[in-house]
């Protein structure tokens, strides 16, 4: 089992930029591909970003892409999404969730049985 905290949420104006992180402990953190979710009120939670083990594979959600940045560093066991050009419609609870490796990584919540307990990131207009 990996265990998974996320960091660096906050209130940012429209245009901004934030940084979060997502600290994993447990199993070995490079056997996973991860994930970034996120969940506004009201809505389902909707797939963000992913990440292969090695970093090599990045994806991103349409509307996100040009404006977030996932990136991992198996050395600190973190992984991180970069988010700059803020929306208020990116307004949302994000989670990071890690997929075991034995398979391509997914966009689906299904595929991630481990999950962080989320940061709100809340962008102003």
């Known amino acids: 089992q990996v265990q998974l905290v996320e960091s660096g949420g906050g209130l940012v104006q429209a245009g901004g930029s934030l940084r979060l992180s997502c600290a994993a402990s447990?199993?070995?953190?490079?056997?996973?591909?991860m994930g970034w979710f996120r969940q506004a009120p009201g809505k389902e939670r909707e797939f963000v970003a992913r990440?292969?083990?090695?970093?090599?594979?990045?994806y991103y959600a349409d509307s996100v892409k040009g404006r977030f940045t996932i990136s991992r560093d198996n050395s600190k066991n973190t992984v991180y999404l970069q988010m700059n050009s803020l929306k208020p419609e990116d307004t949302a609870v994000y989670y990071c969730?890690?997929?075991?490796?034995?398979?391509?990584?997914?966009?689906?919540?299904?595929?991630?049985?481990?999950w962080g307990r989320g940061t709100q990131v809340t962008v102003s207009s």
């Open positions: 447990g199993r070995t953190f490079s056997a996973y591909h």
């Open positions: 990440i292969s083990v090695s970093g090599s594979r990045t």
């Open positions: 969730a890690a997929q075991l490796g034995v398979s391509l990584s997914s966009s689906s919540r299904d595929a991630y049985p481990y």
